[in-house]
């Protein structure tokens, strides 16, 4: 149980083009999904808190108009890397997590990540 | 605010080795803990648990136990393979998203 999907897993493109990153929970309803983004052989970086039918949370230093996240459904949020960029290609990973905003004792799931190279 | 510090690797042990990553964390509330495994080119995959004090949590081999009077969480693993080489992290639960470690990397050679 508790499975994420992130999709696509590679996406490869040129400058200036906008990217769509999918994450669904397949057996749970994730009122709560987060982004991040991981460097090569860092940690994660969290980008962005999403609430299903509110707008997400970003962290200090990520450019909200850049990084477009949609919460539409309980099952499914989207990231939207806007007018890429080749300082934008990086490993992206979505996590969700039932239950709502605040905190919480329950474990994250990961998507398997989208590693996005802009060229 | 709340943090989470583990031991920076990177770890390389040969195979059947015993393995102990340390995590120690910020003791604000009563957070679960957790370790999770991010194998090359994946994302993160949740390793094992706990949720009180004394608890111990156990995947794979793998252990930690969650030790309110060190505020410790350190991962054990008696015999390593190959197949367990890969990033650590150590979690717990805070205020919305959980905090991580920096992980650590973990290589085991035959």
């Known amino acids: 149980g508790a499975v994420v999907s992130q999709h696509p897993s590679w996406v490869i493109c040129k400058s200036g083009t906008s990217v769509k990153i999918e994450c669904r929970s397949l057996?749970?309803?994730?009122?709560?999904m987060f982004w991040y983004r991981q460097f090569p052989k860092q940690s994660l970086m969290l980008m962005a808190t999403?609430?299903?039918?509110?707008?997400?949370?970003?962290e200090q230093g990520v450019e909200k108009d850049k990084f477009l996240i949609n919460h539409a459904s309980l099952t499914l949020s989207t990231l939207t890397v806007t007018s890429a960029h080749p300082e934008d290609s990086s490993f992206y990973i979505c996590?969700?997590?039932?239950?709502?905003?605040?905190?919480?004792?329950?474990?994250?799931?990961f998507g398997d990540g989208t590693r996005l190279s802009i060229l | 605010g709340d943090s989470v510090t583990q031991m920076e690797g990177p770890v390389t042990l040969s195979e059947e080795a015993f393995l102990t990553i340390n995590c120690t964390y910020t003791a604000t509330g009563y957070p679960s803990l957790f370790w999770y495994v991010q194998y090359p080119g994946e994302g993160l995959q949740l390793l094992l648990k706990?949720?009180?004090?004394?608890d111990k949590g156990s995947n794979k081999g793998f252990e930690a136990t969650y030790r309110k009077e060190t505020t410790s969480f350190h991962l054990e693993k008696g015999s390593v393979q190959v197949s367990d080489s890969a990033v650590y992290f150590c979690a717990r639960s805070g205020n919305t998203p959980l905090v991580f470690g920096k992980g650590t990397r973990l290589s085991v050679i035959a």
């Open positions: 057996d749970f309803q994730a009122t709560t």
């Open positions: 996590s969700a997590r039932a239950g709502g905003a605040g905190i919480s004792n329950q474990p994250q799931h």
């Open positions: 706990a949720t009180k004090a004394d």
């Open positions: 999403s609430n299903e039918g509110s707008k997400a949370t970003y």
